[in-house]
C-alpha cells in the first residue's frame, strides 16, 4: 500500500489497515488519529511529525522507523517491535508499551506519562536522554 493510498482511504472514513505492508512508507506529518496498524509492517517507514494518538500499533514492526514529533499519546504499542527506532521528542503520554521491544531505540526528549507496564517493556541499549514526565 501506498503512502496516498492510505491517507486517501483513511480520509474516506476507514480506519482497520491491521496487517498492512508500509515497509518504508513516508507519512510525514500526517493526522491519522485512532487508526488501527495492528501487526502492520512499518520497517524503516517515516512517520515523522504525524498524529497517531489513541492509534493501535499492536505488534507492529516498527524496526528503523523515524518517529520524531510524533504523537503517540494513548497509542497502544505493546508487542510492538521499535527496534533501532527514532522517538526523539515524540510524545507517549498514556502510552501503552507492554513488552514492547525498545532495543537500541532513540527516545530522547521523549514526553512520558502514566505510561502502563513499562517494567515489561525491554529497554536494552535504548538512548533515554531529556525524557519529560507531565
Given at each position: ?39 502492520a509492517d512499518l520497517i524503516g517507514a517515516d512517520l515523522t511529525g ?85
Open positions: 500500500m501506498t503512502a496516498e493510498e492510505l491517507v486517501q482511504r483513511y480520509a474516506a472514513g476507514e480506519r482497520d489497515f491491521s496487517g498492512a505492508s508500509l515497509r518504508e512508507v513516508e507519512l510525514i506529518s500526517v493526522q491519522l488519529p485512532g487508526i488501527n496498524l495492528s501487526a504525524s498524529n497517531l494518538s489513541q492509534a493501535d500499533l499492536n505488534g507492529a514492526n516498527l524496526a528503523g522507523a523515524r518517529l520524531r514529533q510524533t504523537n503517540l499519546s494513548g497509542a497502544n504499542l505493546s508487542d510492538a517491535n521499535l527496534k533501532c527506532a527514532v522517538l526523539e521528542t515524540a510524545r507517549l503520554e498514556d502510552a501503552n508499551l507492554t513488552r514492547a521491544n525498545l532495543i537500541d531505540a532513540n527516545l530522547t526528549y521523549c514526553v512520558f506519562s502514566q505510561l502502563r507496564h513499562p517494567i515489561l517493556t525491554e529497554l536494552r541499549q535504548v538512548i533515554l536522554t531529556q525524557l519529560r514526565q507531565v
